[in-house]
Nanobody, 123 residues
């Protein structure tokens, strides 16, 4: 069973940057598709970005395209989310997720979830 732990959240001013990290353990990291989701207060959890096991396939939500970058480093069993040009509407709890199933990844149905890290963007 895979465990994922997020870090790197915090408080930042609008226009600033943050880099989130997600450390995975307990499985073969290189075989898992990874993704970031976020949930703002009173809203549903939404897909932000996803990356396939080989990093050959990457997808972003329209709301973050051109501002966020997802990447992975297999040697460190870690996936990153570089967030630039942050906006107050990016404020949310950000979750890392993993699945070994490509069909599940395509449906944004991930099996393993972290506890989340808070990102707050002030105006």
């Amino acid at each position: 069973q895979v465990q994922v732990v997020e870090s790197g959240g915090g408080l930042v001013q609008a226009g600033g940057s943050l880099r989130l990290s997600c450390a995975a353990s307990g499985g073969t990291f290189s075989s898992y598709h990874m993704a970031w989701f976020r949930q703002a207060p009173g809203k549903e959890r939404d897909f932000v970005a996803g990356i396939s096991w080989s990093a050959a396939n990457i997808a972003y939500a329209d709301s973050v395209k051109g501002r966020f970058t997802i990447s992975r480093e297999s040697a460190k069993n870690t996936v990153f989310l570089q967030m630039n040009s942050l906006k107050p509407e990016d404020t949310a709890v950000y979750y890392c997720a993993a699945t070994s199933s490509w069909s599940q990844a395509l449906r944004h149905e991930y099996r393993y979830w972290g506890q989340g890290t808070q990102v707050t963007v002030s105006s």
